[in-house]
């Protein structure tokens, strides 16, 4: 396996779509992105902003994170591949709560 710092998904991804939530949602606060790091990463969208603790396939990533939503505290976990187009789709999966698919192309 490649270096992380070397690894396709490392950088910031613009977030394009999610299956639960519109555009307007996705980009309230600024424009939606998660951002893969060679040691985690972060994620926001909406009102959502998280830190991600990751682990590292060879062309896919699998998260676990923990961050706020309206000022209450979230956990879940997730994953993103990166797509033959170059684009990333994923899911997130909020503890006890919603779960979407995501598309991604980079930033």
């Known amino acids: ?32 992105y998660i951002q893969i790091d060679e040691a985690g990463g972060t994620m926001s969208f909406g ?24 000022m209450d505290e979230v956990s879940g ?5 990166l797509e033959e187009d170059g684009s990333l789709s994923g899911e997130i999966c909020f503890d006890e709560g919603d779960e979407s698919a995501f598309t991604a192309k980079p930033w």
Do not use: Q
């Open 1 to 32: 396996m490649s270096k992380r710092k070397d690894h396709p998904l490392v950088g910031k991804w613009r977030i394009t779509s999610m299956e639960l939530w519109d555009d307007e949602y996705i980009n309230m606060m600024g424009p939606g």
């Open 47 to 70: 009102v959502v902003e998280v830190g991600l603790r990751c682990e590292y396939g060879t062309t896919s990533v699998w998260f676990r994170f923990r961050g706020s939503s309206e």
């Open 77 to 81: 976990e997730g994953d993103a591949e």
